[in-house]
């Protein structure tokens, strides 16, 4: 038996619990072949959506959540991994349709994994979690389109949020000058010791503005959508890229041509899910490279997994900044 967050959905309605499970009731080893501990998980945008039953994120029922985790492989039958060995999973559909990692035990795919880098210990791992990783990403694509510092100012949207408040650290300290944005007025000064150089006011972007507006940002990383994606890329300057990785605000985009065409804007799309393991791995080296590890007291806070489904709630009413670490173990 293992302790775990169970989503059930049935005749009685949906329901959120802390359960003792049989860890009979993993998926089987046909559909995943490596056993694992997971020490921390993470409450992530998603995960909040799922235990608060917000939106259909869950395919498969019951459903244990947490698209994140890192901990110690208990059983292998797959080359890459033996028992002992540290892992962080991100995405591929844990905790969706999958059996994810806020629980003591899960049964998952070796190629999802990746090895838990030095620098990291599993905690501080799940402090970057998805949110760290896919904001990595976001960096990654800024410089594979010639991003360099010096080039201009780079907008940040979502800023209090785990996306924004890694992509915050991490381009600060490559030498960019950042402008964040956010809703929470009581954040500037979170943000700024982050390395935010200005914070703006988010209702500046989330009204719809004109199709092209003046030019000011070198490139964007974007986790909310909506309106606020359509005012920042009409903002940025010629030639710049603009890396979409949210949809806080929505899932629409109600833009125009106009700074594809008139100015060669780069809307690059960033999928943390299902992204390529050689990817995901080049992510986390370069995260273990270029975050501040110090920085992750400042981003993320802790709750034990006995107050998830209440930190669950909370995320969704907008109470919560940074990131959020489970910690499994009671």
Same mark, same amino acid.
């Given at each position: 038996m293992f302790r775990g967050l169970l989503l059930e959905k049935g005749e009685g309605g949906f329901g959120a619990r802390l359960a003792e499970i049989d860890e009979s009731r993993l998926p089987g080893a046909d559909l995943a072949d490596v056993l694992v501990q997971p020490e921390y998980s993470t409450l992530n945008y998603k995960d909040a959506l799922a235990i608060t039953n917000r939106a259909p994120v869950v395919r498969a029922w019951p459903m244990v959540p947490g698209i994140d985790g890192a901990g110690t492989v208990l059983e292998s039958a797959h080359p890459d991994w033996k028992p002992g060995d540290r892992f962080v999973l991100n995405g591929w559909g844990v905790g969706e349709t999958h059996w994810g990692c806020l629980a003591e035990r899960a049964r998952l795919k070796g190629d999802w994994l990746v090895k838990l880098p030095a620098a990291?210990?599993?905690?501080?791992?799940?402090?970057?979690g998805t949110a760290g990783y896919t904001a990595m990403l976001c960096v990654l694509?800024?410089?594979?389109?010639?991003?360099?510092?010096?080039?201009?100012?780079?907008?940040?949207?979502?800023?209090?949020?785990?996306?924004?408040?890694?992509?915050?650290?991490?381009?600060?300290?490559?030498?960019?000058?950042?402008?964040?944005?956010?809703?929470?007025?009581?954040?500037?000064?979170?943000?700024?010791?982050? &390395?935010? #150089?200005?914070? =703006? %006011?988010?209702? /500046?972007?989330? !009204? +719809?503005?004109?199709?092209?507006?003046?030019?000011?940002?070198?490139?964007?990383?974007?986790?909310?959508?909506?309106?606020?994606?359509?005012?920042?890329?009409?903002?940025?300057?010629?030639?710049?890229?603009?890396?979409?990785? &949210?949809? #806080?605000?929505? =899932? %629409?985009?109600? /833009?125009?041509? !106009? +700074?594809?065409?008139?100015?060669?804007?780069?809307?690059?799309?960033?999928?943390?899910?299902?992204?390529?393991?050689?990817?995901?791995?080049?992510?986390?080296?370069?995260l273990a490279r270029d975050l501040d590890a110090t920085l992750l007291e400042r981003i993320a806070s802790e709750v034990s997994l006995d107050f998830a489904i209440a930190k669950a709630a909370e995320l969704m009413e907008g109470k919560v900044t940074g990131r959020v670490v489970v910690r499994i173990a009671s």
């Open positions: 990291f210990t599993p905690r501080q791992a799940m402090a970057i694509a800024l410089e594979s389109h010639g991003v360099v510092p010096g080039d201009g100012e780079v907008l940040v949207t979502g800023a209090s949020g785990g996306v924004g408040s890694v992509a915050i650290a991490l381009l600060a300290k490559l030498g960019h000058r950042v402008v964040a944005v956010s809703g929470k007025p009581d954040a500037a000064d979170y943000l700024k010791s982050l &390395g935010a #150089a200005e914070v =703006l %006011d988010r209702a /500046a972007f989330t !009204a +719809p503005g004109k199709p092209l507006q003046k030019e000011r940002w070198a490139a964007v990383v974007d986790a909310v959508g909506s309106h606020t994606l359509a005012n920042a890329l009409a903002q940025t300057r010629y030639g710049g890229v603009v890396a979409a990785c &949210g949809l #806080a605000q929505g =899932l %629409d985009l109600p /833009a125009s041509v !106009a +700074p594809f065409i008139l100015r060669g804007v780069t809307l690059a799309g960033i999928d943390s899910v299902m992204a390529p393991k050689a990817r995901r791995e080049a992510a986390w080296q370069r």
